[in-house]
């Protein structure tokens, strides 16, 4: 089974930054696309960005556009969410997802195969 695994979460000031890291182990499978979401409280799971296997097409959410950067490592079977300029707003959990795809990267929820648990992300003011 495949399982990607979020750490770097934390408490932040605002303006402040942060990396997330996301660690897919489990069995030996072909290329994927790593997508970012988020889950504020009480809003619905959104997009954030996500990269595709090469690492040449990165995509972002219009909010976070300028501030974040994706990443990835293959040798490590690890992706990079780098926070800057961080508002209160991004306070959310942070979630990484692996898309099995050869050259794909999607922007929605149901193309992505395996998910992680999340990790909290906390801006203050």
């Known amino acids: 089974q495949v399982q990607p695994v979020e750490s770097g979460g934390g408490l932040v000031q605002a303006g402040g930054s942060l990396r997330l890291s996301c660690v897919v182990s489990?069995?030996?499978?072909?290329?994927?696309?790593v997508g970012w979401f988020r889950r504020a409280p009480g809003k619905v799971r959104e997009f954030v960005g996500t990269?595709?296997?090469?690492?040449?097409?990165?995509y972002y959410a219009d909010s976070v556009k300028g501030r974040f950067t994706i990443s990835r490592d293959n040798a490590k079977n690890t992706g990079y969410l780098q926070m800057n300029s961080l508002k209160p707003e991004d306070t959310a959990v942070y979630y990484c997802?692996?898309?099995?795809?050869?050259?794909?990267?999607?922007?929605?929820?149901?193309?992505?195969?395996?998910w992680g648990q999340g990790t909290q992300v906390t801006v203050s003011s």
């Open positions: 997802a692996v898309e099995e795809t050869d050259d794909g990267s999607s922007w929605y929820e149901e193309a992505y195969d395996y």
């Open positions: 489990g069995r030996t499978f072909g290329k994927y696309a």
């Open positions: 990269i595709n296997w090469s690492g040449a097409r990165t």
